[in-house]
């Protein structure tokens, strides 16, 4: 018995071992075929890339420059580019410095003679004209008008010249303005006999205006134009006055743009409501242009105010609803229009209670920026009011956390105010609370009231409170009055700068904004966006029912019969337009004036700051960034600002910690020291020794991910900090222009007649250059003789590569590689921006539209993602060329490429620097043709394992882990680890793939908003609360009269559970209303079959929100040792051999055959990597958690005007100083 027992165990387990041998023979015989593909693939693969792009001869053609190889000194690049942009900040703070003088002089001896509104006075409105069209009578009229206003200008000046520290004082300044008048001829002026001023009113509605190129818009240069904001009435007796007296400040504007031909736009904002705008410009109709108030620009509120510390204590009572909810609503988001980065604030709501606005900032004041001022306007329209407001409670609270900010000196350290905003005053309050928290503290908290009520009483309390505290009263009762009223507090705060006018000014730097774009424009443009869709979708469904019906549209003008609709228009990209804008305030010098005269300002558009950064010496992977003193981003080459073509919401509120992501392990969010520190010194303008990080970065719009260190070097540029980053394996070795020869003039001339060919967009190779493209502007510099090193290295590259527009007689090998595999395009990229390439459309029968053609999407050289990946992976292995296939493209498709790309570089001993990039586009069916080929072949009689046979499928994979090949058409372009998982947990697990998580701060979720109940609703919860709190009280009463009672033991609990049932029965209900709200009323109770069809059409409303997401990206290991296939010896129940991998020789590809027949390999549940992006959600808000966790270093840069000793006595003198209107 026990021999038969051995003898059976002793059968298993040779069978056993020969199944596990058998498995072993498969795998073996498949990791063989495996590889004898991947060589094959290889071979085909390279004689096609390596004679189509003609690799050798782009070697040959640069290896002269081999002799010409240096080292860069990245210290003296980055004090090179800081210099130049120094040297334009200068430029560009003179110019706005006159503007401030000359309206400061022209202001203190202005005509003080008023100008009613019924005057004959009349001016050139933005907004008002009707004809722009240049004839030649009207272009020779306005010139003889701004002739005789000059001669008006110039004989009333002569003899003013009293105002002191003025450099307008000078007559011979003041002269110079006239030079260009006085050198018209046959135009003298006589001052005594002037000629009149004023015309008709028609004659300032037709102003020629001429297309600029350096404006993007039409323009009249000979002139400004007055523009003003919404709610100003532009027959105002003080409008008129200072649109009179200002007319003059064109004199400095022409000086200024004939002094710095880069100016774009120069103006001068008044607090009165209008702005002076050079050049002349017709304002655009568009919604949310003509919404512009200047007034609310960070530009305009710093240079116009120090900085502020403001805490909004908002009333919350139980009669702010309806009308006076919508004012107290409309004011708060006024208030925070005018805040910006250098600004701290928070909202305390109170009634007889106190409570943060955001949960999360409690007892505290946090940045005023983009990100958590939408928080706040978020949260405006949500809060609930109830009980009655106790002033002395909101107003103890607010002084409590502006003493604490003031101690720990977190916060904008300078002016500090508490806005008070109130229906009335419900109970009495202690006027000691301001002696004893600001008077005898020497006034640091400035208060500033605004009623929504009528109440006489409470208006004398209120006004009381504000001029006794150095502060501002208005009445709100009307919406249309809130703007201009609550403004008055940017006045008063304006005082001690004004009364500090002997004092040196700074000038002020916004941080970046979008020209004329409101900041509430994501928002807007996004519902314009569902509003097109919502359109879309109703309109679709209504087609279809006319169509059942059979029904004829007969109106040519029917919604369903047109094209297009006004709408379509914001479907389109918009242009954004990326600045800065520097300003100063304008002194009012005249005796009675107190508050500033406005703001002086320029605006420095960011391809100003980019026109001067030497990208041929940074190179290819190297760049160059600018943050402000706050730490964020001005400009960056990973800045991502705009979301589905419209602008992020807060696209300018990004740090520079959310864009340099090191390469660690680190959860999101918390930065490495090493990159803190790096912050600190950039936000401190520390000088300090290059800093060396290890960073991650992504290409191919965050589908792939790149490794490697970086060395950063900064200097100071005025209030930014200029950054210059250089890769460290390649970054200092650059080619040395000043010792490559220009090409001679004919050869150059032959080369530029080539049209097969683009240079770099945004690189200047010559100042003076003009023409409508880039190309153009090249030629011209050639033909001027222009002589910078970047277009001698353009022109040397266009000589050495002239060869390339011979493709056109390709040899007789070439001649069958573009009919065998279809090839479509080559092209060359350059280190000096030169882009060439030649199509083959005959032979890959594909045709492209020029607007979408390959050249015109990929113009960028060493900007572009191809050549930027060609680089990095090339310069560790120069045999290799990189393949990719568009992202989840379709096989099905016969004109789906595949794109092959190699970088090439020089040597000289240790240095080696990249110089081009090769690259050829050939037809994917083609390539999967020939694939099929190879992967039938075996080295046996009979094939019995090809990719063919169901349980063996076949991939090729680039070395990110995407498909470049599969049976599967539909999987090309696909991450393999959405197809099969499990293999790719594998390949993680075997080390050919090495996971990262890469983080993305710049993300945008939809999301939807918080709802607001109907008033109707929120009245009748409070109603409903009230009356379950009353029955909670009388609840607890019962059971304590029956405790204390004789009652029966049952009796007493029958009247327990009596009370909390009435109780319980009232706090479902007020539960269901809550949580339920609007939406448990039904809106319309039909239930015709249409209107629930079309409520079902309803689209759910969203919101383009900041959030931070995370996704899983790969590499290849490149210390992997291939062929590979995994080999288990367990039970029958695993999967023996999941994959066999090898790497395709001389390229970035992968060969991946998984085994299907395998039964116990179907199926199988492995760690899901997905590249697709995923929220990370925090266990706070976003901006809350940012706020506490991310408040990182700041630096305030300008000066700090919180207190004058004039001011005290003003309001002394007249409460009219304080708000007071009534007699």
């Known amino acids: 018995m026990h021999s038969l027992l051995k003898i059976s165990l002793l059968f298993v387990m040779v069978c056993s071992i020969q199944g596990i041998s058998d498995e072993r023979k498969k795998m073996e015989k498949v990791k063989h075929l495996v590889h004898l593909w991947a060589c094959n693939i290889s071979d085909k693969l390279t004689k096609l890339s390596k004679k189509m792009t003609r690799e050798d001869k782009v070697e040959e053609s640069f290896r002269i420059l081999e002799d010409k190889l240096i080292k860069e000194d990245a210290k003296d690049l980055v004090h090179d580019v800081a210099y130049d942009m120094e040297d334009m900040i200068k430029k560009k703070e003179e110019a706005v410095h006159n503007i401030a003088e000359y309206m400061e002089f022209i202001s203190f001896h202005r005509n003080k003679s008023p100008i009613f509104e019924n005057s004959s006075y009349y001016f050139f409105n933005a907004d008002n004209l009707t004809n722009t069209k240049p004839t030649a009578e009207r272009l020779e009229e306005l010139h003889n008008i701004i002739l005789n206003n000059e001669c008006h200008w110039k004989c009333e000046q002569p003899y003013k010249s009293q105002l002191k520290n003025n450099i307008f004082r000078d007559p011979a300044r003041r002269n110079k303005l006239f030079a260009p008048r006085d050198n018209e001829e046959g135009k003298e002026c006589n001052c005594l006999h002037l000629p009149e001023k004023d015309r008709p009113p028609k004659s300032y509605q037709h102003l020629p205006l001429k297309f600029d190129p350096k404006f993007e818009e039409d323009v009249n240069l000979d002139l400004s134009i007055a523009k003003l904001a919404l709610n100003v009435y532009q027959r105002e007796q003080e409008v008129l006055e200072g649109i009179r007296w200002s007319e003059a400040l064109d004199l400095v504007f022409k000086e200024n743009l004939k002094n710095d031909p880069t100016l774009t736009w120069q103006y001068f904002a008044s607090p009165k409501g209008f702005m002076r705008h050079y050049p002349a410009v017709h304002w655009s109709e568009e919604q949310y242009k003509q919404t512009y108030d200047f007034r609310l620009r960070t530009w305009y509120t710093e240079a116009f105010t120090s900085p502020k510390d403001i805490i909004i204590v908002l009333d919350r009572s139980g009669s702010m609803i309806g009308t006076r909810r919508a004012v107290s609503d409309q004011i708060v988001n006024q208030i925070l229009d005018t805040l910006n980065d250098n600004d701290f604030v928070n909202i305390y709501t109170f009634t007889n209670t106190t409570e943060p606005l955001i949960n999360c900032f409690v007892d505290t004041l946090f940045q005023a920026n983009e990100e958590n001022l939408r928080l706040l306007r978020e949260a405006i329209p949500v809060y609930e009011e109830e009980f009655a407001a106790n002033l002395s409670l909101g107003v103890n609270k607010a002084f409590d956390i502006l003493e604490n900010v003031r101690r720990t000196r977190t916060s904008a350290n300078c002016n500090q105010a508490i806005m008070l905003i109130t229906e009335g005053l419900d109970y009495e309050y202690n006027k000691e609370i301001f002696k004893k928290r600001n008077w005898e503290k020497d006034y640091p908290v400035r208060i500033f009231t605004y009623q929504i009520e009528q109440d006489d009483g409470d208006a004398v309390e209120l006004e009381w409170i504000a001029c006794s505290n150095m502060g501002w009263w208005g009445n709100m009762s009307v919406m249309g009055d809130i703007r201009e009223k609550m403004l008055q507090y940017l006045n008063v705060m304006s005082r001690p700068i004004n009364l500090s006018v002997d004092k040196k000014r700074k000038f002020i730097w916004s941080y970046l904004h979008v020209d004329l774009a409101d900041r509430r424009l994501s928002n807007w443009l996004w519902k314009k966006f569902e509003g097109i869709r919502q359109r879309k979708v109703f309109l679709d469904h209504i087609k279809r029912i006319i169509f059942r019906q059979n029904q004829m549209l007969t109106a040519e003008e029917h919604m369903l019969l047109k094209e297009s609709h006004s709408y379509d228009a914001y479907e389109e990209k918009m242009d954004y337009k990326y600045m800065t804008t520097v300003s100063l305030p304008v002194f009012g010098r005249n005796t009675n004036e107190t508050s500033l005269l406005g703001v002086a300002g320029i605006d420095v558009p960011l391809t100003l700051f980019k026109a001067l950064i030497p990208y041929e010496r940074i190179g290819v992977n190297g760049y160059a960034f600018i943050v402000t003193n706050n730490g964020y981003i001005l400009m960056h080459p990973d800045h991502k600002t705009e979301f589905q073509t419209i602008l992020k919401p807060t696209f300018n509120r990004v740090d520079i910690l959310e864009v340099e992501i090191l390469n660690d392990d680190k959860a999101p969010r918390l930065f490495g020291d090493s990159v803190v520190q790096l912050r600190d010194k950039l936000v401190n303008q520390t000088p300090s020794d290059p800093i060396t990080l290890k960073v991650k970065y992504t290409l191919n719009d965050n589908k792939r991910l790149m490794l490697g260190n970086r060395n950063y070097y900064f200097a100071p540029i005025g209030p930014f900090t200029l950054g210059v980053v250089l890769p460290y394996k390649y970054g200092f070795d650059i080619v040395n222009k000043s010792r490559i020869e220009r090409p001679s003039a004919k050869s150059s001339a032959s080369s530029l007649v080539s049209t097969f060919w683009k240079v770099h967009p945004d690189w200047i190779y010559c100042k003076k250059c003009v023409g409508i493209t880039p190309e153009d502007k090249v030629r011209s510099g050639f033909s001027k003789n222009e002589n910078s090193s970047l277009l001698t290295s353009l022109l040397y590259d266009m000589e050495a590569t002239k060869w390339f527009d011979d493709y056109g007689e390709a040899d007789n090998e070439e001649e069958k590689y573009i009919i065998e595999y279809q090839v479509h395009k080559v092209f060359l990229a350059t280190y000096s921006g030169l882009t060439r390439w030649r199509d083959f459309q005959d032979s890959s029968r594909i045709h492209e539209e020029e607007e979408d053609s390959f050249e015109k999407r990929n113009n960028r050289a060493i900007d572009e993602d191809w050549y930027r990946r060609a680089v990095e992976l090339n310069f560790e292995d120069e045999s290799m060329f990189i393949y990719a296939v568009p992202f989840e493209t379709s096989g099905y498709e016969n004109n789906t490429m595949i794109t092959g790309t190699k970088a090439i570089f020089v040597e000289n001993g240790e240095l080696k620097s990249p110089v081009a990039v090769v690259g050829l586009q050939f037809n994917h069916r083609e390539m999967y043709e020939w694939y099929n080929d190879i992967t039938t072949q075996c080295t046996e009689p009979r094939c019995k394992i090809t990719c063919k046979q169901p349980d063996l499928n076949c991939y090729i994979l680039d070395n990110n882990a995407y498909i470049v090949l599969s049976d599967e058409p539909e999987y090309i372009g696909r991450y393999i680890g959405s197809i099969r998982p499990d ?79 009435d109780w319980f029965i009232s706090a479902i209900y007020l539960l269901k209303n809550v949580v339920m709200g609007e939406e448990a009323q039904e809106v319309y109770n039909s239930t015709k079959e249409e209107y629930i069809t079309f409520n079902k059409l309803i689209i759910e409303k969203t919101v383009p929100t900041p959030c931070d997401q995370m996704r899983w990206l790969f590499n290849l290991n490149t210390s992997a040792k291939f062929p590979f296939s995994r080999f288990t010896s367990g039970t029958k129940f695993e999967c023996s051999w999941p994959y066999a991998i090898d790497k395709i020789p001389n ?77």
Request: with cysteine; net charge positive; aromatic share 8%.
């Open 983 to 1061: 293999i790719m947990a594998d390949l993680i697990n075997d080390k050919i793939f090495i996971p990262t998580k890469m983080y993305d701060y710049q993300a945008i979720c939809q999301k939807i908003p918080p709802k607001k109940q109907p008033e109707t609703v929120r009245i009748q919860n409070r109603k409903l609360k009230e009356a379950m709190e009353k029955k909670m009280r009388k609840m607890m009463a019962r059971m304590k009269a029956a405790k204390s009672s004789g009652t029966p033991r049952f009796v007493k609990i029958l009247n327990h559970f009596l009370a909390i049932k």
């Open 1147 to 1223: 390229t970035n590809l992968l060969f991946l055959a998984t085994n299907d027949g395998d039964e116990a390999c179907k199926g199988r549940f492995g760690p899901i990597y997905s590249t697709e992006p995923t929220e990370i959600i925090y266990n706070k808000s976003l901006p809350c958690y940012i706020a506490t966790m991310n408040n990182y270093t700041r630096r305030m840069y300008m000066n700090c005007y919180n207190r004058n000793k004039k001011e005290d006595k003003l309001n002394r003198e007249s409460h009219e100083n304080c708000g007071h209107t009534w007699k």
